[in-house]
């Protein structure tokens, strides 16, 4: 592995901001990102993500590609929920190990953001269908973690609730903005899509790094929540992603040869969502506490995948 690329990504000012956002929590600063500013912010880096997705999509030619890496890609989100349950659930209750279990089967746009920025550092490019991948990859972990509590756990209410539930995780706002955003930049004409180019490209990174400046500062205030659950979650947050996201680089090869397609793919397999699963969550399986699949998520597995996860699969993608 190329430790100057470890170095450069620890380097990176988005992931500084990062940092800076723990530091200023945990020094008790005054410093604060508006709520509506974050929501805006949020909302924006979801559009310029899938618009500039159904761009690439529309000057590419369709293949059989794309249709085995959405298949791959819900393969995936499917099949980690189902052995990471089987892992929570002897020392969890089933609500809780189901809602974690969707928590790492579900993917992080968040994240999913920084990759992009990544593979820009590195003047490597991905197709745009990958962004419909992220997309359809939201919602099949949080099924089958409703599924299985269902099946586990008698007195679970997510027996009644799977319609809702079904329905909340295909019209989630960020699925919605991002499967949209893909689509306006499927059709759009391309000349009237130069128009806004400033504004989905030229002011991404500055944007991300103000988000991730939020995101750091959420990590440090729901991180003291998560310590009272001891050693072995907080080795899970960080194993678990690491091998979901070093077997899916190596799997990557039997869908695409693209080293950016496949780089997505690891991160996208390593990544957990906080976003989309916690909404679900209070509908699917009221007694699984936040207070612990959040902290994880966003405390241990986001900031490990954006310094150390992402050199090492992309080390992976590049070699193998």
């Known amino acids: 592995m190329d430790f100057q690329i470890i170095v450069s990504n620890i380097t990176n000012p988005t992931l500084l901001f990062f940092l800076l956002g723990i530091l200023a929590t945990t020094v008790k600063s005054d410093l604060q990102i508006p709520e509506s500013t974050s929501k805006f912010i949020s909302l924006y880096l979801l559009f310029a993500i899938g618009f500039k997705g159904g761009q690439e999509l529309a000057n590419s030619t369709f293949t059989s590609e794309i ?6 890609g819900l393969l995936i989100s499917s099949l980690i929920p189902l052995y990471t349950f089987f892992i929570l659930k002897r020392k969890m209750t089933i609500s809780d190990a189901g809602a974690v279990a969707a928590t790492y089967g579900s993917v992080s ?22 962004v419909a991948v992220m997309a359809f990859m939201e919602s099949p ?38 499967l949209g955003s893909l689509l306006i930049g499927l059709i759009a004409d391309t000349k009237q899509a130069e ?15 103000i988000f991730l400046l939020e ?29 979901n996201g070093c077997v899916v680089a190596f ?8 080293i950016g397609n496949r780089f997505i793919f690891a991160i996208l397999a390593a990544s957990a969502s906080y976003i989309a699963v916690p909404a ?6 009221p007694k699984a506490d936040p207070g612990l699949y ?6 241990l597995t986001f900031p490990f995948n954006i310094s150390i996860g992402m050199p090492v699969y992309y080390s992976i993608v590049t070699h193998f």
């Not at 249709?67 to 791959?72: N, P, R």
């Not at 593979?119 to 745009?128: A, P």
């Not at 500062?217 to 194993?239: C, D, E, N, P, Q």
Request: proline content about 2%; overall charge positive; cysteine-free.
């Open 67 to 72: 249709i085995y890496s959405i298949l791959f």
């Open 109 to 130: 746009a968040v994240t999913f953001v920084s990759a992009v920025s990544f593979l820009e550092t590195q003047q490597i490019s991905f197709s745009g269908h990958m």
């Open 141 to 178: 972990a949080i099924i089958v973690g409703v599924i299985l509590m269902s099946r586990y756990d008698k007195e679970s209410d997510s027996k009644s609730s799977m319609a809702s539930i079904t329905k909340h995780s295909f019209t989630n706002g960020s699925v919605l903005l991002i």
């Open 195 to 209: 128009g806004i180019k400033p504004f989905t490209t030229d002011i991404f990174k500055g944007f991300l790094a």
């Open 215 to 243: 995101m750091g500062m959420v990590t440090a205030k729901r991180f003291s929540a998560f310590k009272k659950y001891g050693l072995y979650l907080s080795v899970f947050a960080i194993l678990i992603p690491a091998i």
């Open 251 to 258: 799997a990557s090869s039997l869908v695409t040869h693209d």
């Open 280 to 285: 679900a969550m209070k509908l699917a399986a």
């Open 294 to 299: 959040i902290p994880m998520a966003l405390g």
